[in-house]
């Protein structure tokens, strides 16, 4: 595979889609606008939300975004996993009732394994047990049916309202991520280093009612496709390094740690949650965010606390 830096991903990513004529939209800001929902934007599809609601008209029902996120639910991981962070961008191509399921299914095969060039082998997908017509449409491509993975889990259902059945694609690192353990890990849905999942396509096609059962569970009259692609693990795979902080993205703030630090980056946490916590903080501030005792202000906050204390176990004690 071609070693691939941060700004050719990006780029080849919104080349690809807009030659698939979708509408190429600006990254919203992290500061959600007309949703109290939200203290923070947490994924490509929330600006997105009024589109495929209806509430209000899209510029164009084929959609395509590289859009600013911030998640602190997994916070714990941060510096521990090699792929876990708060702040990351992700790319993303939405259908608001335009193509459905064989089209995005056939877009993400195309651009993966034509356009970007990944060994298809090296592609293992998970498919929601009941969705037969995903499970085929990977094999009609010329997925092996033992790189197919079938789990109860892979449904998209937040409450009342539209949801779906998504497939997940992975890619496999290798056996020095994990040999046996980490290949049945992966199967039953566990958490392991080796297959690293870089895409996600949520097949919005249901209402789902309080009190009904999932298969009974009426049809949405327009089918929606909702995407994810996480820049920063294209990053770790096209770079082919051990970790997320092993990329172009974090090894220039880890080097301006190493100088305040005077310490040699040695792959511990407190180096990678100081490279994280500090990204993601200025991009939030440059969305117009703060620091306080309420709300997202609180988020940052704390982001900050834990980046001084773990500053504090590498020697920093200055501002």
């Known amino acids: 595979m071609e070693k691939l830096g941060l700004n050719e991903i990006r780029s080849r990513f919104t080349k690809f889609f807009e030659s698939k004529e979708h509408y190429i939209a600006k990254s919203h800001s992290?500061?959600?606008?007309?949703?109290?929902s939200l203290l923070l934007i947490n994924s490509g599809m929330a600006p997105l939300k009024n589109y495929f609601s209806g509430v209000?008209?899209?510029?164009?029902?084929?959609?395509?975004?590289?859009?600013?996120?911030?998640?602190?639910?997994d916070i714990e991981n941060v510096g521990v996993t090699k792929r876990h962070l708060t702040f990351f961008e992700m790319m993303g191509n939405f259908s608001i009732g335009d193509y459905f399921k064989n089209e995005a299914i056939e877009y993400a095969y195309e651009f993966l394994i034509d356009y970007m060039k990944i060994p298809k082998e090296k592609l293992y997908m998970t498919v929601y047990t009941h969705d037969l017509e995903t499970k085929n449409k990977w094999m009609s491509l010329g997925i092996e049916e033992s790189h197919l993975v079938l789990l109860d889990g892979n449904y998209w259902e937040i409450g009342e309202g539209p949801s779906g059945p998504d497939t997940e694609i992975f890619f496999d690192r290798g056996e020095e991520y994990g040999g046996e353990?980490?290949?049945?890990?992966?199967?039953?849905?566990e958490e392991q280093e080796r297959f690293i999942e870089i895409w996600n396509n949520v097949f919005s096609q249901y209402n789902a009612k309080k009190g009904v059962k999932r298969e009974d569970y009426e049809e949405l009259p327009s089918k929606n496709i909702d995407t994810g692609a996480g820049l920063e693990r294209w990053c770790l795979i096209f770079q082919n390094v051990n970790s997320i902080?092993?990329?172009?993205?974090?090894?220039?703030?880890?080097?301006?740690?190493?100088?305040?630090?005077?310490?040699?980056?040695?792959?511990?946490?407190?180096?990678k949650?100081?490279?994280?916590?500090?990204?993601?903080?200025?991009m939030a501030l440059s969305d117009k965010a703060n620091f306080g005792n309420t709300g997202r202000d609180y988020v940052l906050r704390r982001l900050l606390r834990r980046s001084v204390r773990m500053g504090k176990k590498l020697g920093i004690n200055d501002p």
Do not use: W
């Open 30 to 36: 992290l500061i959600p606008s007309n949703d109290k």
């Open 56 to 73: 209000e008209i899209p510029p164009k029902n084929r959609m395509s975004t590289v859009q600013k996120c911030i998640r602190t639910g």
């Open 181 to 189: 353990e980490a290949i049945d890990a992966f199967f039953n849905d």
């Open 245 to 271: 902080f092993d990329t172009d993205l974090f090894q220039p703030i880890i080097k301006e740690i190493e100088k305040i630090s005077k310490k040699t980056y040695d792959n511990s946490t407190p180096f």
């Open 273 to 282: 949650v100081i490279a994280d916590h500090i990204r993601c903080i200025t």
